[in-house]
T-cell receptor, first 110, second 112 residues
Framework: AQSVTQLDSQVPVFEEAPVELRCNYS??????LFWYVQYPNQGLQLLLK??????LVKGINGFEAEFNKSQTSFHLRKPSVHISDTAEYFC????????FGAGTTVTVRA | IAGITQAPTSQILAAGRRMTLRCTQD?????MYWYRQDLGLGLRLIHY???????GKGEVPDGYSVSRANTDDFPLTLASAVPSQTSVYFC???????????FGSGTQLSVL
């Protein structure tokens, strides 16, 4: 079995401040890890993914994530957010099926 | 334009009725998925198929069934709809486990 837990349901943040979204997973087999973003009234877009190799993964729009195998975590970070980063962010884990976390709503304020 | 087509876009359904949500992809992807998206619960996997002829249960399979007779089509059937099945349903596909998901535009289903 596999599962994904996003530790924060809502994250308010001021513009130009850093943000970290936390994701923990559990799985009995090796997995691939993803972060997706859903902007208001839009579909999901892939931000970044971890397959293997370097544990620090860079994605689109200045986001990056770090895979930590011992802590079974895949936290997403951005050093300086913009108003346009207001969206819902989903962590996902894939082995023989792909499961999503419950999502973290990021609201960026001026 | 290549991608995933879902139909219908929206539907209002009386409880107890049978309903099939259609999903077709033209990218020749092996893997296909059905998710439901509910506020505060994210996307929950209903059923999946890793290749034509095979299907598997996701996290919330009860009350739903799927078939994968060929690579392109992956219909989702609600045998007897209940109000708790009111949701937005997304079909998705990918080339394989480590690959990006492509999503359909969703079906808004209301069961009254």
């Amino acid at each position: 079995a596999q599962s994904v837990t996003q530790l924060d349901s809502q994250v308010p943040v001021f513009e130009e401040a850093p943000v970290e979204l936390r994701c923990n997973y559990s799985s009995s087999v090796s997995v691939y890890l993803f972060w997706y973003v859903q902007y208001p009234n839009q579909g999901l877009q892939l931000l970044l993914k971890y397959l293997s190799g370097s544990t620090l993964v860079k994605g689109i729009n200045g986001f990056e994530a770090e895979f930590n195998k011992s802590q079974t975590s895949f936290h997403l970070r951005k050093p300086s957010v913009h108003i346009s980063d207001t969206a819902e962010y989903f962590c996902a884990v894939s082995s023989y099926k792909l499961s999503f976390g419950a999502g973290t709503t990021v609201t960026v304020r001026a | 334009i290549a991608g995933i087509t879902q139909a219908p876009t929206s539907q209002i359904l009386a409880a107890g009725r049978r309903m099939t949500l259609r999903c077709t992809q033209d990218m020749r992807h092996n893997a296909m998925y059905w998710y439901r998206q509910d506020l505060g619960l994210g996307l929950r996997l209903i059923h999946y198929s890793n290749t034509a002829g095979t299907t598997g249960k996701g996290e919330v399979p009860d009350g739903y069934s799927v078939s994968r007779a060929n690579t392109d089509d992956f219909p989702l059937t609600l045998a007897s709809a209940v109000p708790s099945q009111t949701s937005v349903y997304f079909c998705a596909s990918s080339e394989g486990p480590g690959e990006k998901l492509f999503f359909g535009s969703g079906t808004q289903l209301s069961v009254l």
